[in-house]
């Protein structure tokens, strides 16, 4: 019996082609960096021991591992232990079951209302086949139209989905690799026999089988209907038309046994793992393939990720998403790029990288396995902020103190160390003029023969230039870091400033100088010149600015910094920020450019492009490479979703609700807390994940978007309640989940039995009053009342509201806009006598910013206040209770309260807080004590807060940046 094994055709590799620019150790792709990869680390107590990874159509992603299986759906990770312990091994999810493989055990999961998986064994349907005979460990599932195929060591067990048939099939000289060929034939080698199809019910050897009785552990579908096999000797072996022989690997390419994980995608390719943390795509029908690497842990199983794209790689440690083919890719760290990128340039043919560790010449080259290398020139030992081109061999550098004049003899300082140049313009009406932007003002430099003369200019504006135009011969527009945009004229001898002002709303631009007055300005190929300030984009038109409308552009706008522009090859309009790249499509519309995954870590810094037009991106001692050739498939966009909703109980219970959109939970009214687990399924990038929620029936509004993926609601009234919610992947791509729904019961009294007995009472003492003057009377005295209680009212309103004022300027810590001390002592107060009459805990994080004082000393006080400011909207919008309380403790310490938190519940706020500060920009990071216990009769105020400074003093002495709970 012939087979027929066909691959399908591939699209990875014409897209590998077109792009020219994608990693790839074949010779027929140039190589530029890696593609992004987001790694998770898998925060369980289990055994560091992973060999298998599946994901469900819903996004979920799970793990086998040697403690049974997890679950993580991009924010939290969950511990299923199968019976007995037994260990996972294989994972398989055919869109509508997982199948599970362990030792001595196989079966399936099904997930219950609460979303909570359950393990079904169907190891015991086939006791009756094997009577108590152990088969040891499945180490492939397999399914096909008629059910699932279990592969043990001598056993081949099957399962039917229809009716619940059960066949088995031993061989005692083991089996080896398990698959199907392009008709759905099943295939099995028998280790020492050969390979053999399912013929009956009965396995038969086919045409030339016999030749593959050594062991094979994976078959792959190769070109021209040829079954490759991996055998553990080593040795790729070729199956075709009954014959076998050595297949061609191309060059580079392990052997056979160097791999650990194998994966068929869905174009055909291969994904292959190996024992050194390498990953291989490779294209059979081409044999050209791109080699990643990943670490130095092997590689034990990959999946084509269902949702979002990519691929899924399990290691023993950690479980990682690879963009692939990937639309960006990043340089290697060891690149030799270092500092934050400033410029991108030519020289000499070689592209020229600055950055504020120095100039560094780009080559591409087959020495390293990214292929990018970078060597730092000897042009200075300082940071490099600007480059101008004078002639093909001659050229001006901006670096930390002086100008240099780059020659290919070397370079030469052609200014003192005082200069501080940050941005050159050479003069449109003199070519012998440079306009040079300082740290504290503007300079000329005029070329003289072989010498240059500088024209020292008063130092006003004392302001870093940014950037340069020049409107017309000694008439110039700067972009300055602390006054916008200036308007400056010189002299006639140009060694002097006739007159200078900062351009505001008199001269068009409305908020022209923004925050710390940051602008930027762009001189177009075609001589507009456009500024960028937090205000928007405005347009010179010979003497003043006008407004250029950009709705789209604001809406992309995350802060009030305004963002840098950039002219494209063709002429088109850039725009960037820290963390958003745009690109100006058509009319109001904007192209967003998500790099947030690609970067991983660090922030935009520049934005440059290359001879054929492709996208620079610096950054952090990285670049990114833009591959418009490739239009990768982000597969479906992640489904947000109610993960979990916890009911706890005042005594501590927790019960899992049931996620059935169409049903209404009834609670009950003594219930202490509602706990909603939130999740969107993206594995692109460790963040960029956000939400937006409203519990219809308490809040009005929709929230903001935000990055927590917890909720808690307590101290619900009696009511009807509807929690909405959105999520946004880290593309931006946004989802909406079924509404939750839940009624808080009213207590007996509040029924409507009873409203209806309260309104019988009602109406028999109304009908007792049967005298008019009786009631004519009380309606004059009611009418008085009324009268007089409106006075008292409007009067004690106006006394309020000044109390109230009073008030909140008393409780309000100036500095950071929080509550102060004063106010944390008032409530926490409150708190305590609270918390200990219904005895529930009272939680407390006492936080305190690290080497706050080295901090302050080196930025200065302004820097401080701002860090604290900062810290402080960070530690306010961590609770998402209305009874908790943040609040400034003294100095650079601060107090959160939550009353009727859990210890667990407050280390999730504290080391979520911890890991927001340390992901800042600020360079800080905090420690923080935590203590939540229920209040003793002896307790106070102070002693409660001595309880959480103890674990406080011990996270500082343990090394800082860490939470430390009580006792």
Same mark, same amino acid.
């Given at each position: 019996?012939?087979?027929?094994?066909?691959?399908?055709?591939?699209?990875?590799?014409?897209?590998?082609?077109?792009?020219?620019?994608?990693?790839?150790?074949?010779?027929?792709?140039?190589?530029?960096?890696?593609?992004?990869?987001?790694?998770?680390?898998?925060?369980?107590?289990?055994?560091?021991?992973?060999?298998?990874?599946?994901?469900?159509?819903?996004?979920?992603?799970?793990?086998?591992?040697?403690?049974?299986?997890?679950? +993580?759906?991009?924010?939290?990770?969950?511990?299923?232990?199968?019976?007995?312990?037994?260990?996972?091994?294989?994972?398989?999810?055919?869109?509508?079951?997982?199948?599970?493989?362990?030792?001595?055990?196989?079966?399936?999961?099904?997930?219950?209302?609460?979303?909570?998986?359950?393990?079904?064994?169907?190891?015991?349907?086939?006791?009756?086949?094997?009577?108590?005979?152990?088969?040891?460990?499945?180490?492939?599932?397999?399914?096909?139209?008629?059910?699932?195929?279990?592969?043990?060591?001598?056993?081949?067990?099957?399962?039917?989905?229809?009716? *619940?048939?059960?066949?088995?099939?031993?061989?005692?000289?083991?089996?080896?690799?398990?698959?199907?060929?392009?008709?759905?034939?099943?295939?099995?080698?028998?280790?020492?026999?050969?390979?053999?199809?399912?013929?009956?019910?009965?396995?038969?050897?086919?045409?030339?089988?016999?030749?593959?009785?050594?062991?094979?552990?994976?078959?792959?579908?190769?070109?021209?209907?040829?079954?490759?096999?991996?055998?553990?000797?080593?040795?790729?072996?070729?199956?075709?038309?009954?014959?076998?022989?050595? &297949?061609?690997?191309?060059?580079?390419?392990?052997?056979?046994?160097?791999?650990?994980? +194998?994966?068929?995608?869905?174009?055909?390719?291969?994904?292959?793992?190996?024992?050194?943390?390498?990953?291989?795509?490779?294209?059979?029908?081409?044999?050209?393939?791109?080699?990643?690497?990943?670490?130095?842990?092997?590689?034990?199983?990959?999946?084509?990720?269902?949702?979002?794209?990519?691929?899924?790689?399990?290691?023993?440690?950690?479980?990682?998403?690879?963009?692939?083919?990937?639309?960006?890719?990043?340089?290697?760290?060891?690149?030799?790029?270092?500092?934050?990128?400033?410029?991108?340039?030519?020289?000499?043919?070689?592209?020229?990288?600055?950055?504020?560790?120095?100039?560094?010449?780009?080559?591409?080259?087959?020495?390293?396995?990214?292929?990018?290398?970078?060597?730092?020139?000897?042009?200075?030992?300082?940071?490099?902020?600007? &480059?101008?081109?004078?002639?093909?061999?001659?050229?001006?550098?901006?670096?930390?103190?002086?100008?240099?004049?780059?020659?290919?003899?070397?370079?030469?300082?052609?200014?003192?160390?005082?200069?501080?140049?940050?941005?050159?313009?050479?003069?449109?009406?003199?070519?012998?003029?440079?306009?040079?932007?300082?740290?504290?003002?503007?300079?000329?430099?005029?070329?003289?023969?072989?010498?240059?003369?500088?024209?020292?200019?008063?130092?006003?504006?004392?302001?870093?230039?940014?950037?340069?135009?020049?409107?017309?011969?000694?008439?110039?527009?700067?972009?300055?870091?602390?006054?916008? /945009?200036?308007?400056?004229?010189?002299?006639?001898?140009?060694?002097?400033?006739?007159?200078?002002?900062?351009?505001?709303?008199?001269?068009?631009?409305?908020?022209?100088?923004?925050?710390?007055?940051?602008?930027?300005?762009?001189?177009?190929?075609?001589?507009?010149?456009?500024?960028?300030?937090?205000?928007?984009?405005?347009?010179?038109?010979?003497?003043? +600015?006008?407004?250029?409308?950009?709705?789209?552009?604001?809406?992309?706008?995350?802060?009030?910094?305004?963002?840098?522009?950039?002219?494209?090859?063709?002429?088109?309009?850039?725009?960037?920020?820290?963390? @958003?790249?745009?690109?100006?499509?058509?009319?109001?519309?904007?192209?967003?450019?998500?790099?947030?995954?690609?970067?991983?870590?660090?922030?935009?810094?520049?934005?440059?492009?290359?001879?054929? *037009?492709?996208?620079?991106?610096?950054?952090?001692?990285?670049?990114?490479?833009?591959?418009?050739?490739?239009?990768?498939?982000?597969?479906?966009?992640?489904? !947000?979703?109610?993960? @979990?909703?916890?009911?706890?109980?005042?005594?501590? @219970?927790?019960?899992?609700?049931?996620?059935?959109?169409?049903?209404?939970?009834?609670?009950? @009214?003594?219930?202490?807390?509602?706990?909603?687990?939130?999740?969107?399924?993206?594995?692109?990038?460790?963040?960029?994940?956000? +939400?937006?929620?409203?519990?219809?029936?308490?809040?009005?509004?929709?929230?903001?978007?935000?990055?927590?993926?917890? /909720?808690?609601?307590?101290?619900?009234?009696?009511?009807?309640?509807?929690?909405?919610?959105?999520?946004?992947?880290?593309?931006?791509?946004?989802?909406?989940?079924?509404?939750?729904?839940?009624? /808080?019961?009213?207590?007996?009294?509040?029924?409507?039995?009873?409203?209806?007995?309260?309104?019988?009472?009602?109406?028999?003492?109304?009908?007792?009053?049967?005298?008019? !003057?009786?009631?004519?009377?009380?309606?004059?005295?009611?009418?008085?009342?009324?009268?007089?209680?409106?006075?008292?009212?409007?009067?004690?309103?106006?006394?309020?509201?000044?109390?109230?004022?009073?008030?909140?300027?008393?409780?309000?810590?100036?500095?950071?806009?929080?509550?102060?001390?004063?106010?944390?002592?008032?409530?926490?107060? $409150?708190?305590?006598?609270?918390?200990?009459?219904?005895?529930?805990?009272?939680?407390?994080?006492?936080?305190?910013?690290?080497?706050?004082?080295?901090?302050?000393?080196?930025?200065?006080?302004?820097?401080?206040?701002?860090?604290?400011?900062?810290?402080?909207?960070?530690?306010?919008?961590?609770?998402?209770?209305?009874?908790?309380?943040?609040?400034?403790?003294?100095?650079?310490?601060?107090?959160?309260?939550?009353?009727?938190?859990?210890?667990?519940?407050?280390? $999730?706020?504290?080391?979520?807080?911890?890991?927001?500060?340390?992901?800042?920009?600020?360079?800080?990071?905090?420690?923080?004590? !935590?203590?939540?216990?229920?209040?003793?009769?002896?307790?106070?105020?102070?002693?409660?807060?001595?309880?959480?400074?103890?674990?406080?003093?011990?996270?500082?002495? $343990?090394?800082?940046?860490?939470?430390?709970?009580?006792?």
């Amino acid at each position: 019996m012939s087979i027929r094994f066909r691959a399908i055709p591939l699209l990875l590799t014409a897209l590998l082609l077109l792009s020219g620019a994608v990693m790839a150790d074949h010779p027929l792709h140039p190589i530029q960096g890696q593609p992004p990869v987001a790694r998770f680390a898998i925060d369980l107590d289990v055994f560091a021991q992973n060999l298998a990874i599946a994901q469900g159509p819903d996004g979920l992603v799970y793990v086998g591992n040697a403690d049974g299986l997890l679950t +993580f759906d991009g924010a939290h990770w969950r511990h299923h232990p199968l019976p007995d312990g037994s260990r996972v091994l294989t994972l398989l999810h055919d869109g509508e079951r997982l199948y599970v493989g362990g030792t001595e055990r196989f079966g399936y999961v099904e997930h219950d209302q609460a979303g909570v998986p359950h393990f079904r064994d169907l190891t015991a349907l086939f006791r009756p086949l094997m009577g108590e005979e152990g088969f040891g460990e499945i180490w492939d599932i397999l399914p096909t139209r008629d059910g699932v195929y279990f592969r043990g060591l001598r056993h081949l067990f099957h399962y039917a989905h229809d009716d *619940g048939a059960t066949r088995l099939w031993h061989h005692p000289g083991r089996f080896g690799a398990l698959a199907t060929d392009a008709d759905g034939l099943l295939l099995l080698q028998f280790r020492e026999v050969g390979l053999k199809t399912l013929v009956d019910g009965r396995f038969e050897l086919v045409a030339g089988g016999e030749q593959l009785s050594d062991f094979v552990f994976h078959l792959l579908p190769g070109a021209d209907e040829t079954l490759v096999a991996a055998a553990m000797d080593g040795r790729w072996l070729a199956y075709r038309d009954g014959g076998v022989e050595t &297949w061609t690997a191309p060059a580079g390419l392990p052997d056979a046994n160097h791999f650990t994980a +194998f994966a068929v995608l869905p174009d055909g390719s291969w994904a292959l793992g190996g024992r050194s943390g390498d990953l291989y795509l490779l294209d059979p029908e081409t044999s050209a393939y791109s080699r990643i690497g990943l670490g130095t842990d092997a590689l034990q199983a990959i999946t084509p990720s269902r949702v979002g794209g990519g691929l899924l790689v399990q290691t023993d440690l950690e479980t990682l998403h690879v963009d692939w083919p990937p639309t960006w890719t990043l340089s290697d760290d060891d690149s030799g790029l270092m500092g934050h990128v400033t410029r991108f340039a030519r020289w000499q043919d070689r592209k020229l990288i600055l950055s504020t560790s120095g100039a560094f010449l780009l080559d591409q080259t087959d020495s390293k396995p990214s292929g990018l290398s970078l060597q730092r020139s000897n042009w200075t030992q300082f940071e490099a902020w600007d &480059w101008l081109a004078l002639a093909p061999d001659r050229a001006l550098l901006a670096e930390t103190y002086h100008l240099m004049e780059i020659t290919p003899d070397g370079a030469t300082a052609i200014s003192d160390s005082s200069l501080y140049p940050r941005s050159m313009k050479r003069s449109r009406f003199d070519d012998r003029l440079i306009y040079v932007g300082t740290a504290l003002g503007l300079a000329i430099a005029r070329q003289s023969g072989d010498h240059w003369e500088w024209l020292r200019l008063p130092e006003k504006p004392a302001a870093r230039i940014l950037g340069i135009a020049e409107i017309a011969h000694g008439e110039l527009l700067l972009a300055s870091h602390h006054h916008g /945009i200036i308007h400056v004229t010189l002299n006639t001898e140009l060694d002097g400033i006739d007159q200078w002002r900062a351009v505001d709303a008199a001269s068009g631009i409305d908020d022209g100088s923004g925050e710390n007055g940051l602008c930027h300005l762009l001189r177009h190929r075609d001589g507009r010149i456009t500024a960028s300030t937090s205000g928007g984009l405005w347009q010179w038109d010979g003497d003043y +600015f006008q407004a250029v409308s950009q709705p789209g552009l604001d809406a992309h706008r995350a802060d009030h910094s305004p963002f840098h522009l950039r002219e494209g090859p063709r002429g088109e309009l850039w725009a960037f920020s820290h963390n @958003r790249l745009l690109r100006h499509a058509r009319d109001d519309e904007w192209e967003r450019f998500e790099v947030a995954e690609a970067l991983s870590r660090g922030a935009i810094t520049e934005l440059g492009f290359d001879r054929d *037009g492709h996208v620079l991106v610096g950054s952090i001692g990285r670049l990114l490479f833009h591959h418009s050739g490739i239009r990768a498939d982000h597969g479906e966009v992640p489904q !947000v979703s109610l993960r @979990r909703a916890i009911l706890q109980h005042a005594d501590g @219970r927790r019960e899992a609700l049931a996620l059935d959109p169409d049903r209404v939970h009834q609670l009950p @009214r003594d219930h202490y807390a509602l706990i909603l687990e939130l999740a969107v399924p993206d594995y692109a990038t460790n963040s960029g994940v956000r +939400f937006r929620s409203r519990l219809a029936g308490v809040e009005p509004e929709i929230s903001d978007w935000y990055s927590s993926n917890l /909720i808690t609601y307590s101290f619900l009234s009696p009511g009807d309640y509807r929690f909405e919610l959105w999520g946004q992947d880290g593309r931006g791509r946004t989802s909406e989940a079924a509404p939750f729904r839940f009624e /808080i019961l009213p207590p007996w009294y509040q029924t409507s039995w009873a409203y209806s007995l309260w309104g019988l009472l009602m109406v028999l003492s109304g009908v007792s009053l049967t005298v008019g !003057v009786i009631r004519w009377r009380t309606y004059r005295i009611s009418a008085e009342h009324r009268r007089l209680a409106e006075i008292v009212e409007g009067r004690t309103r106006q006394l309020s509201l000044a109390n109230r004022r009073l008030k909140d300027m008393a409780n309000i810590d100036g500095l950071t806009a929080i509550a102060n001390r004063r106010r944390l002592d008032e409530y926490m107060t $409150e708190a305590l006598n609270h918390c200990r009459q219904e005895g529930v805990p009272l939680a407390i994080l006492l936080l305190d910013v690290d080497h706050f004082k080295a901090y302050n000393d080196q930025g200065g006080h302004v820097a401080g206040d701002v860090a604290l400011r900062q810290i402080a909207l960070m530690l306010e919008e961590a609770p998402r209770r209305p009874e908790d309380l943040a609040a400034r403790y003294g100095g650079e310490e601060f107090l959160l309260l939550m009353p009727g938190a859990s210890e667990t519940a407050a280390r $999730e706020v504290a080391e979520g807080i911890r890991r927001r500060v340390e992901a800042s920009d600020l360079e800080l990071t905090v420690s923080i004590g !935590v203590s939540s216990r229920v209040p003793s009769r002896d307790d106070n105020c102070q002693r409660l807060i001595d309880s959480a400074d103890q674990p406080l003093y011990r996270a500082k002495a $343990e090394g800082r940046n860490r939470v430390v709970l009580a006792g």
